[in-house]
C-alpha cells in the first residue's frame, strides 16, 4: 500500500567526518532507495542537513562557525552545492525533485502552514521528491527550527506522513552512547516515549563536529512525530536500504510506535506548529475538566500567568505541578488574565470594563497532550 514516508538524513552520514566533504557513497545509495520507493507509489520527502558543512568544505573551513551570521553566509554556499550533488543524481535516475526551503514562521502563521500543506500535495501529484531543509539564509534566533530533526518531525505533522525515518551515525537508540560504553544496551521497539525515562536512556545533547543534531534531538523529533499519528525510526545513515527492510517489517533500528491521530489539521497545527508565548497554570478541577471531559479553559481555573502574549497566542497549560497538559490559542492577552484569573465567566465585564469572551481558550483551540 502507497504510504507517505519522510526521511531526514544527518550531517554526520551525508559528510567525512575528518573533512566536511560530501560521502558521494552514501548519497547515491540514498539516492536510489528514494527512487525506488517512489517508483513503487510511495509519496517521499527528504530533510536533507549538510548545508553548512558542504558550505566549510567548499571555503575551506576546519570548523563550525559560531556566529548566527557566519552560519548563514556558509549555509548559503553549501545549499546550492548540495541541491547540484542532488539534482545530479537524482537526474541520472529520471527522477525530478524540488528544493523546499522553510522557516519556523512558515508553520506558525496558518495561511503560510496551509500554502505548505498544499505546496508538498501537488509535489506528490507531479511525482516529485521534494528536498527540504531549513532557509538558514533568513532564519533568526526566535523562528529557527533549532535542527533538522526537529524541522523533520514538524514536516511530518504537516503532511500527515506515515513514517518518519531519522538517519544518523549509530544503527539505533541504546541505553548510553555504544561509542563510549561498550556494555551499553540496544532499544529495539518504543511503545511510548515515557518509555525511555523509565530505561534511563542517556542521551547525548551534541552531534558531530559538523552537525547540530544528537540523540536528545532525536528523542524529541519522535516525541513529535509519533504524537501526530506518525510511526518513527532511527536507523543507520550509512545504510538507507534498511528503509527498504523496514518498511518489509525488519526490526532494525529503534522503531517508536505511533499515538492515535485524532487531531483534525487545524489542532495539529496548534500542538506542532506554533511556539508557545506564555505559560497558564491551572487547578485540578480545570485539569480534570480539559483532560477528562474535553471541557473550554475558564478563567475560574487559571492559578498563575507567565510569558507575555496577545489574544490568539498560543500558549501552555500545566497542571498545578507545572507539567504540561495541553495547548491552545487564547482570547485574551498576559495582561487582561492576570486580571482575570480565578473569577468566573459573569465577572469579567466588571473586571475588564468591557464584554469579553466566556472562554479564555474554547476547546476547538484546544488540544490535549
Known amino acids: 500500500m502507497p504510504q507517505t514516508l519522510v526521511v531526514k538524513i544527518g550531517t554526520s552520514s551525508l559528510t567525512r567526518p575528518e573533512t566536511g566533504s560530501l560521502a558521494l557513497a552514501t548519497l547515491a545509495s540514498l539516492v536510489e532507495v528514494l527512487s525506488q520507493l517512489q517508483r513503487q507509489g510511495h509519496a517521499v520527502v527528504l530533510v536533507s542537513s549538510g548545508a553548512v558543512g558542504v558550505g566549510c568544505a567548499r571555503l575551506g573551513l576546519v570548523e563550525r562557525p559560531r556566529t548566527m551570521s557566519r552560519k548563514q553566509a556558509i549555509a548559503a554556499v553549501g545549499q546550492g552545492r548540495l541541491m547540484r550533488v542532488y539534482d545530479d543524481l537524482f537526474t541520472s535516475l529520471q527522477q525530478p525533485i524540488a528544493q523546499v526551503l522553510l522557516t519556523r514562521a512558515d508553520l506558525m502563521e496558518r495561511s503560510r502552514y496551509l500554502n505548505a500543506y498544499r ?200 497542571d498545578p505541578l507545572g507539567k504540561e497538559i495541553a495547548r491552545g490559542l487564547v482570547n485574551y492577552s498576559s495582561t487582561e488574565l492576570k486580571q482575570i484569573r480565578g473569577h468566573h465567566s459573569d465577572e469579567i465585564p466588571a473586571i475588564l470594563g468591557y464584554e469579553g469572551a466566556e472562554t479564555v481558550i474554547h476547546r476547538d483551540n484546544l488540544v490535549v497532550s
Open 119 to 318: 505546496t508538498f500535495t501537488e509535489l506528490f501529484n507531479l511525482g516529485v521528491i521534494p528536498i527540504v531543509n531549513e532557509n538558514d539564509t533568513v532564519a533568526t534566533d526566535e523562528l529557527k527550527f533549532g535542527d533538522n530533526d526537529t524541522l523533520s518531525a514538524l514536516v511530518a505533522s504537516l503532511i500527515e506522513a506515515d513514517w518518519l525515518f531519522l538517519l544518523t551515525d549509530v544503527d539505533r537508540l541504546y541505553s548510553a552512547d555504544p561509542r563510549q560504553f561498550p556494555d551499553a544496551q540496544p532499544i529495539g521497539l518504543v511503545n511510548n516515549i515515557e518509555q525511555l525515562e523509565q530505561l534511563q536512556v542517556q542521551t547525548g545533547d551534541r552531534g558531530s563536529q559538523w552537525g547540530t543534531g544528537g540523540m536528545t534531538t532525536k528523542i524529541t523529533a519522535a516525541r513529535i512525530a509519533t504524537s501526530a499519528g506518525v510511526r518513527t525510526a532511527i536507523a543507520e545513515g550509512k545504510r538507507p536500504e534498511n528503509i527498504l527492510k523496514i518498511l518489509q517489517g525488519e526490526p532494525l533500528g529503534t522503531q517508536f510506535e505511533a499515538q492515535p491521530r485524532p487531531m483534525n489539521a487545524r489542532k495539529r497545527w496548534i500542538a506542532n506548529g506554533l511556539i508557545p508565548a506564555g505559560k497558564l497554570v491551572l487547578d485540578a478541577g480545570a485539569v480534570k475538566a480539559i483532560c477528562q471531559a474535553g471541557k473550554s479553559l475558564l478563567a475560574a481555573g487559571i492559578l498563575q500567568v507567565s510569558g507575555e502574549f496577545q489574544p490568539s497566542d498560543a500558549v501552555q497549560l500545566c
